[in-house]
């Protein structure tokens, strides 16, 4: 298959070091909100609610809990976050990070 004028592109870009930083920041942070939303439809499924069930419970409309828990890179609000884990009876916890990182 042909390489297209976007892919070139980002594989130029690629090669820059501040490309890197700021995709490998974005990656960390895409991967750091998919480990929340699949501890929620862990306990989800846990519990055997389902996806109607749970956006009755939360007060959203299905479809979101279903677009949520269902996509491959969700992209939830916090309040939405936090309606959810309360219904599920799970807690948010921030801690700080073993090793620091610089905060620019």
Do not use: C, W
């Amino acid at each position: 298959m042909a390489i297209t004028g976007g892919e070139r592109y980002f594989e130029s870009r690629a090669k820059t070091a501040e490309y890197r930083d700021v995709y490998d920041r974005a990656r960390s942070s895409i991967d750091e909100v998919d480990r929340i939303v699949g501890a929620i439809e862990d306990r989800r499924l846990s519990l055997g609610i389902s996806k109607a069930e749970l956006a009755r419970r939360v007060g959203i409309a299905p479809e979101s809990v279903r677009r949520l828990l269902s996509a491959e890179h969700a992209n939830p609000t916090l309040s939405t976050v936090v309606s959810l884990v309360k219904v599920l009876d799970l807690d948010i916890v921030a801690i700080k990070r073993r090793s620091p990182k610089q905060i620019a």
